[in-house]
């Protein structure tokens, strides 16, 4: 434990088993502390229908394919196979469970203290991702709610909400693909703050990866380019959803004013009763780790040129969104980041 690692990875889902492969290629000597009973990172919390919105062979990490899946989109359980087996074919050595409690300046170095006791490098590579952190709008009498209300993080699987009046809120893919299931078992309202945007069924995340990919080659040649609109918050048509549309519950409402204690009231004053509310409004980085090394912003980010802190350049975040890699924050967008990292790394141990 008193051994001065090159690299502290910290997490151990796509973004720190792709930074893992990237350090063990680059002969580092590193650890990867991982929060999770076993491997699969946040895919272990998701839904138990959750569909990829990308075919397998555009959702792989660096060197190895996701096997591909009968019915073209890999499914969550698909993926936490593929992290496993990931895992264990590069032999990444991951420790878990290990809560990294607080990363701090030590020296040269920093002092990573955890519930398994305190590690040390040179370097942090924070890759904890936002699972941790849901975000929830805050509404008006909100307390007063005696219903239930969940946030997509800790959704699984529709049969708890069979026969109830529910409000998805939310327009992305979690709230779509949400409102597709539940609607065959629940009264559901779906909620948007503003009208959802749906991609053309032949666009997935194969055609937004190659969009961004393109948008990210141009800025780093100081020039723009005229992409169609379409981003990775539009909602893909994925079998579900598509099937959705096809039975006419594909369609939102404006969000509600306030609460009741039995449900909600709309803009014009009208109420509804409803049981459970399931917040699709997605996430903020899991940054608490950082917080003495005092570099996390009033907005939850770290200020990164590319991928490593501005003011504490020991520090590289990986896998939180575009502010830390185009695309990074996806199974194969992140291996571009993840590259480009080790590389960083490895020239500053240089």
């Known amino acids: 434990m008193d051994e001065l690692l090159d690299v502290v990875v910290i997490g151990g889902g796509q973004a720190g088993l792709a930074c893992g492969y990237f350090l063990k290629r680059a002969g580092l000597r590193f650890a990867i502390l991982d929060g999770e009973e076993k ?25 190895w394919p996701m096997p591909a899946s009968p019915d073209g989109y890999p499914d969550r359980d698909a993926v936490i196979d593929y ?48 699972w941790r952190h849901p975000f ?32 998805v809120v939310g327009g992305g893919n979690s709230g779509a693909q949400i409102l597709a ?13 503003t009208p959802p945007a749906f991609l053309p069924d032949d666009v997935d995340g194969r055609v937004l990866f190659e969009r961004a990919t393109a948008r990210w080659r141009a800025a780093q040649e100081g020039r723009t380019i005229d992409l169609p609109i379409g981003g990775f918050g539009d909602v893909v048509m994925v079998p579900p959803v598509r099937e959705a549309r096809e039975r006419g519950v594909l369609h939102a409402v404006a969000p509600f004013v306030r609460f009741t204690e039995d449900g909600v009231v709309w803009p014009d004053g009208t109420r509804s009763t409803v049981d459970a509310v399931i917040w699709c409004t997605g ?8 917080a003495p090394l005092g570099v996390v912003g009033a907005d939850g980010r770290v200020a990164t040129s590319g991928s490593r802190s501005i003011d504490e350049p020991g520090l590289w975040l990986v896998g ?18 993840a590259r480009s990292t080790v590389a960083e790394i490895a020239a500053a141990l240089a």
Request: glycine share 8%; aromatic share 12%.
């Open 39 to 63: 491997p699969g990172g946040a895919w272990l919390h998701a839904w138990d229908s959750l569909r990829l919105f990308s075919p397998a062979q555009w959702s792989s990490l660096p060197g």
């Open 83 to 130: 992290l496993v087996r990931y895992e264990a074919r590069y032999a990444l050595n991951v420790e878990r469970p290990v809560e990294v409690e607080a990363v701090n300046r030590d020296g040269a170095g920093f002092s990573i203290a955890t519930s398994a006791g305190t590690r040390r490098a040179r370097f942090v590579v924070s890759a904890t991702g936002t």
């Open 136 to 167: 929830r709008p805050n509404y008006p009498d909100q307390a007063l709610f005696a219903g239930r209300q969940i946030h997509s993080a800790h959704y699984r699987t529709p049969s708890a909400f069979a026969g109830q009046r529910v409000l």
């Open 181 to 193: 299931e539940l609607s065959l078992v629940a009264d559901v309202t779906w909620v948007t703050a």
């Open 283 to 290: 996430f903020r980085p899991a940054l608490s780790h950082l």
């Open 320 to 337: 939180y969104g575009d502010w830390t890699g185009a695309a990074s924050a996806t199974l194969i967008g992140v291996m571009r980041t």
